[in-house]
């Protein structure tokens, strides 16, 4: 145990984050109870496994910039990480587009008047920004002012009005520069003289890792070894109230008390900001209640056969499919599946509205949408799973950032709390970021340094994730 660190400490949920801050807790000696309201670990990097189902809640790539996660990872599992070629593509008026878009590709693949039309507002637009244009202050005008309207107008709006549920006029352009890679002009002029053709664009597939038999193996490893080491990780139990107790905090949970010198939380800090309301002001408790997740219903259908694409993952963006993605996991590791195939279909939505409600009608318009992309016969389904996240995205509408920062800060003040991950810094952010949050929220509480100056928040979203 670090000298003068805590000797208790309670980890609320064990997604990735959770989980990477008991794995250094425990390995620092300190009493760890991980307390996660689902059956399993693994929160959105899980892996589902039954009734003959095996497949991640949508595609899930691992991929670091950061060589000492790599390593953690890699030693983890033992070095069982697949190295894969990553081929994803954008579904629209009936043909493919290369994912992460490239505009040479779009202009060779769109139908002559909609190119046209396209490139002349995308130089429209570059011409306007010489002179200034108009300012970044949503998602839409960040978009239009790189793209062009019609680009936008065809792709990026109607897709991302279908994810985040919200016009993209209400959104922040955070979203936009923390995902999308701007193609330069020069980049484009080579692209469209010099095309890459079917053999050139596997050079736009970027290779990722994947554990064999599913990304779930991440956590399912942290989880054994945060119990080998002497941890507790309590599933199915659900925190009810957090007070500060003797010498520290009481955590009140569906299975009794926990006593602890110390609090990690990686749950959605909105719900942490329920359960400490009594430690917080007034106006933290408004930021919290104006912030807000996107949910997600992931669809899988069972098939006779592998689909034939051989794409990871396809967005979907028309309003003809209620669903905004698809993925195949046979494509990130065939053994997967001992026979046939499945595809995830991904329906993003709000806890509790129709789509999070809908199972059945849900699972019919999976199977008609494959059959009209033309990745399976109806004849083939040979059965379907329902699963929900209800916390999938931290939605960052406009003015987020500061409402967010109002309550980040406010658990800042409070000694021997710290919020991470996803959920718990309402970031968009990946895997990698999860498990590295994890462990310098550990080392923070150890006394071994700041999770807010260890990481470096400026990379925190790969562009092209
Ligand atoms: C569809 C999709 C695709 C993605 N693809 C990729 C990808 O390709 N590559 C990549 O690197 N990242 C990807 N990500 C992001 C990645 O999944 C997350 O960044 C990472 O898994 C988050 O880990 P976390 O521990 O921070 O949060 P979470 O995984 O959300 O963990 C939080 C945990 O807290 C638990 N919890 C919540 N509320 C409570 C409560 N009240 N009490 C107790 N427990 C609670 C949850 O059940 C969960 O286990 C993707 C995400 C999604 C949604």
Redesign the pocket.
């Known amino acids: 145990m670090a000298p003068g660190g805590p000797g208790r400490v309670v980890v609320?949920?064990?997604?990735?984050?959770?989980?990477?801050a008991a794995d250094v807790l425990v390995s620092h000696g300190v009493r760890t109870v991980v307390?996660?309201?689902?059956a399993a670990?693994?929160?959105?990097?899980?892996t589902c496994r039954v009734g003959g189902f095996h497949f991640?809640?949508?595609?899930?790539?691992?991929?670091?910039r950061n060589p000492a996660v790599l390593a953690r990872v890699s030693a983890l599992l033992g070095g069982d990480l697949l190295q894969v070629e990553r081929l994803s593509r954008i579904r629209l008026l009936d043909r493919y587009f290369l994912y992460p878009l490239s505009l040479g590709d779009v202009l060779r693949r769109m139908p002559l008047r909609k190119g046209a039309a396209m490139m002349a507002s995308y130089m429209a637009r570059r011409g306007r920004r010489l002179f200034g244009g108009l300012p970044d202050d949503s998602f839409e005008t960040w978009v239009v002012n790189r793209f062009g309207r019609c680009l936008y107008d065809i792709y990026f709006g109607p897709y991302t009005a279908k994810l985040w549920g919200i016009p993209p006029s209400s959104l922040s352009p955070d979203w936009a520069s923390q995902r999308i890679t701007v193609p330069s002009l020069t980049g484009l002029v080579r692209e469209t003289l010099f095309p890459r053709g079917e053999k050139g664009a596997r050079s736009l597939v970027s290779t990722?890792h994947y554990p064999r038999g599913g990304?779930g193996r991440i956590s399912e490893a942290f989880a054994a070894r945060v119990r080998e080491g002497g941890g507790a990780l309590m599933t199915s139990?659900?925190?009810l109230s957090i007070s500060r107790g003797p010498g520290g905090f009481v955590v009140e949970t569906t299975a009794g008390a926990l006593e602890a010198d110390g609090l990690i939380s990686?749950?959605?800090v909105t719900?942490l900001a329920e359960?400490a309301a009594p430690m917080l002001d007034e106006r933290s408790r408004e930021a919290a209640a104006s912030l807000s997740y996107r949910s997600?219903v992931?669809v899988t259908l069972r098939l006779a056969k592998r689909p034939e694409p051989r794409d990871h993952w396809i967005y979907t963006p028309e309003d003809c499919y209620r669903f905004n993605?698809l993925s195949i996991p046979e494509n990130f590791d065939p053994s997967v599946s001992e026979s046939g195939g499945q595809v995830v279909f991904?329906f993003t939505c709000q806890e509790g509205d129709q789509i999070w409600n809908g199972g059945e009608a849900l699972a019919a318009e999976c199977v008609s949408g494959g059959e009209r992309l033309g990745l399976f016969r109806t004849g083939e389904v040979m059965g379907h799973a329902v699963t929900r996240?209800?916390?999938?995205?931290p939605i960052y509408d406009r003015g987020y950032e500061v409402r967010s920062g109002i309550l980040l800060e406010a658990f800042d003040a409070l000694p021997g709390i710290v919020t991470?991950?996803?959920?718990?810094l309402f970031r968009y952010?990946?895997?990698?970021?999860?498990i590295e949050?994890?462990e310098y929220a550990a080392l923070e509480l150890l006394g071994i340094g700041t999770l807010r100056e260890r990481f470096d928040w400026t990379r925190s979203t790969w562009a092209d994730?």
């Open positions: 609320l949920g064990a997604g990735l984050a959770g989980l990477s307390v996660e309201k689902e670990p693994g929160g959105l990097a899980a991640d809640f949508g595609p899930h790539r691992f991929h670091t990722f990304i139990v659900e925190p990686s749950i959605p719900r359960l997600i992931f993605r991904e996240q209800a916390h999938a995205y991470c991950g996803r959920q718990g952010n990946n895997m990698d970021h999860s949050m994890g994730g």
